[in-house]
Structure formats: C-alpha cells, structure tokens
C-alpha cells in the first residue's frame, strides 16, 4: 500500500465518526473543529459547497492543529487542487470520476472516492484506491449491502456514509471492511445556529464511545 493510503487509512481510523460538515461561516468552522478535538474526535470533513467552506478549511488547519481536516463534496479536479493547497489532509467525493481519479492519482493526493456498487468499487481499485466511501450507505443497501462485499473485494475498505444515525453505525462499525463511518448528526443545525459548541462537544464525545472492531 502506498504511503499516502496508509495515512489515508490511518486519519480514518482516528475515531470511529468522521463528521461531515457544511460550515455556515469561517469562525463556525473554527469553533466547531475546536469543540469536536475536545469531543476525542480529530478527523472532520468540511464540505465544499458553498463559497467559504474553502476558507474554512485553511482556518482549521491553520488554527486548530490537533484537527485531521478534510474537504468534502469534491466533485472536480480544480477543486481538489484547490482543497490541497488550502491545507486539506484528505479529500471526499461522492462518486468517482476517472478525470477525479486521474487527477488523484497524478497528485498522489488522499483521495476517498465514492462509490455505490461492485463496479464503481472495481474501477476504484483498478486505478490505485482501496480505501473508499461507500455513499449514500444507507439508500444503497446500508450495513448489508456494504457486508456483501467484504469477501469477493477484500482489498476494498470503506467509509461508509448516507444517511447513517448513531443507531445504524455500529451495524457498519462491526464489518471488517470498514474504517469507520461518516455524518452529519455531530453538528446539528440548530445548535451550530445556537452557537451550542458544548453540544458538538458531547455528540462527539458520544461518538467516540460507539464500538469498532
Ligand atoms: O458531500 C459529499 O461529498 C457527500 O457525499 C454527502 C455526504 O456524505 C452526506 O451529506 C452525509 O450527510 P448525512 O447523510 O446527513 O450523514
């Protein structure tokens, strides 16, 4: 496996929730990647779909260093070009494009594609990536679908993602092809408009108590 997988692999096991989150401002994002390291969670991935969230990921790799931070929804490779030199330490994509994967893989950039079958899992493995989302997990088959695949393409581990509660995760948590999962239930939106850090905080402290094996 390649140094860069390895790593990959490595800021994914850090917990066993990698939140995912559409930050509403920089200072948000701030406080949320604070609250979230003080929670015991260290991986985050800020989405990028909106015109700061690129900003927001070289304030949280600038200012909160015990932060793995991530970016999310990367759909292009312009804009995995530019989530890397904002500060980004992996990258997210729903899917997985070859001109993604091509633009990866000439980077050697931490990239996490997505994927939603066996041959979307197929195509990541033939071009270089084992390490892999599996989105929308839940829509898709959840726990069971993602466990079928286990055996026949036993190099692929996954981040599973979509739609996952901290009621469906322990069922994906207990797969062996699984790294961990992602979420948006760490952030809820009405405490992040309630500037509630103390509740991130025990989300995620809740969060790093769910089992993984
Ligand atoms: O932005 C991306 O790259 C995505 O693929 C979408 C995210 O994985 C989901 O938005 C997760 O959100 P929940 O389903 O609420 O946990």
């Given at each position: 496996m390649s140094a860069v997988e390895t790593r990959l692999r490595e800021i994914l096991r850090s917990g066993p929730v990698v939140p995912v989150y559409t930050p509403a401002s920089v200072p948000e994002a701030v406080a949320v990647a604070r609250a979230l390291v003080r929670g015991g969670i260290r991986a985050i991935e800020i989405t990028l779909?909106?015109?700061?969230a690129l900003d927001a990921v070289r304030a949280v790799a600038d200012e909160v260093p015990e932060a793995l931070v991530g970016a999310g929804t990367v759909l292009t490779p312009a804009q995995l070009d530019a989530a890397l030199a904002a500060g980004a330490m992996f990258l997210v994509s729903p899917g997985s494009t070859t001109a993604l994967l091509d633009a990866a893989r000439a980077t050697a950039a931490p990239l996490l594609p997505g994927t939603a079958n066996a041959s979307d899992i197929m195509r990541s493995l033939e071009a270089?990536?084992?390490?892999?989302k599996f989105f929308p997990a839940e829509a898709i088959g959840g726990a069971a679908a993602l466990g079928s695949?286990?055996?026949?393409?036993?190099?692929a581990m996954f981040c599973p993602t979509g739609g996952i509660t901290p009621q469906s995760a322990p069922a994906y948590l207990a797969?062996?092809?699984?790294l961990c999962v992602g979420g948006s239930?760490?952030?809820?939106k009405a405490a992040l408009a309630a500037q509630d850090w103390s509740q991130v905080e025990t989300l995620a402290r809740a969060a790093t108590a769910l089992a993984r094996t």
């Open positions: 779909r909106n015109a700061i270089g990536f084992a390490t892999l695949y286990a055996a026949p393409l036993a190099q797969l062996p092809n699984v239930w760490l952030t809820p």
